[in-house]
């Protein structure tokens, strides 16, 4: 199974907004509304931050927001702050019943 | 609340079988959802090595799935990974976790495994 593309890194001042997007196939993000996002901070376990496409679990800013259209999913973070900054993961569900991942973005807050 | 934990030998030599454990609380293993591992190498980014649902049906990742045996113990409460003929590359922080379709979430704390002799 091939990773999922993503941005090897995006980059915004605090404040604005930025969109990361996650590219697969119809075996996975395009088949399935299983597209999920994470942050990772240095040293730490990733953490789920967009679940179904656009679903936030409790305790997740509203800045963050999810989206699909085809085999593109996409995140966005509005309002950026310095806590912001990490590396992010999309993740799909396939159709061989295993999980992909992208390669990860690294956001850099200005 | 959910959490798992992951253990294992921290070093393991070239050729030789990497395996960890992951002990799951706060949920029973054999009520649902699957069950995964997940790696990291150093400075790179996440691979999914496989799963075992509650029912004991795996899927491995293509790539790894000739090395792979995911494995669990509903009476302890926890699966386990084993890695064969492990190389350099094998070296990676492992991740254990609870899965669904729309997301992968608790995971483990992660655990450092390096491969050399």
């Known amino acids: 199974q091939s990773a999922l593309t993503q941005p090897a890194s995006v980059s915004g001042s605090p404040g604005q907004s930025i969109t990361i997007s996650c590219t697969g196939t119809?075996?996975?993000?395009?088949?399935?509304?299983?597209v999920s996002w994470y942050q990772q901070h240095p040293g730490k376990a990733p953490k789920l931050m967009i679940y179904?496409?656009?679903n936030r679990p409790s305790g997740v800013s509203n800045r963050f927001s999810g989206s699909k259209s085809g085999n593109t999913a996409s995140l966005t973070i509005s309002g950026l702050q310095a806590e912001d900054e990490a590396d992010y993961y999309c993740?799909?569900?396939?159709?061989?019943?295993?999980?992909?991942f992208g390669g990860g973005t690294k956001l850099t807050v200005l | 609340q959910v959490q798992l934990q992951e253990s294992g030998p921290g070093l393991v030599k070239p050729s030789e079988t990497l395996s960890l454990t992951c002990a799951v609380s706060?949920?029973?293993?054999?009520?649902?959802?699957?069950w995964g591992w997940i790696r990291q190498p150093p400075g790179k980014g996440l691979e999914w090595i496989g799963s075992?649902?509650?029912?004991?049906?795996?899927y491995y990742n293509p790539s790894l799935k000739s090395r792979v045996t995911i494995s669990v113990d509903t009476s302890k409460n926890q699966f386990s990974l084993k890695l064969s003929s492990v190389t350099a590359a094998d070296t990676a922080v492992y991740y254990c976790?609870?899965?669904?379709?729309?997301?992968?979430?608790?995971w483990g704390q992660g655990t450092l495994v390096t491969v050399s002799s």
């Open positions: 119809s075996s996975d993000v395009g088949g399935y509304n299983y």
């Open positions: 179904e496409v656009s």
């Open positions: 976790a609870r899965a669904g379709y729309d997301s992968i979430d608790p």
């Open positions: 075992i649902y509650h029912s004991g049906s795996t």
């Open positions: 993740s799909s569900y396939t159709s061989s019943s295993t999980w992909v």
């Open positions: 706060g949920y029973s293993i054999s009520s649902g959802y699957y």
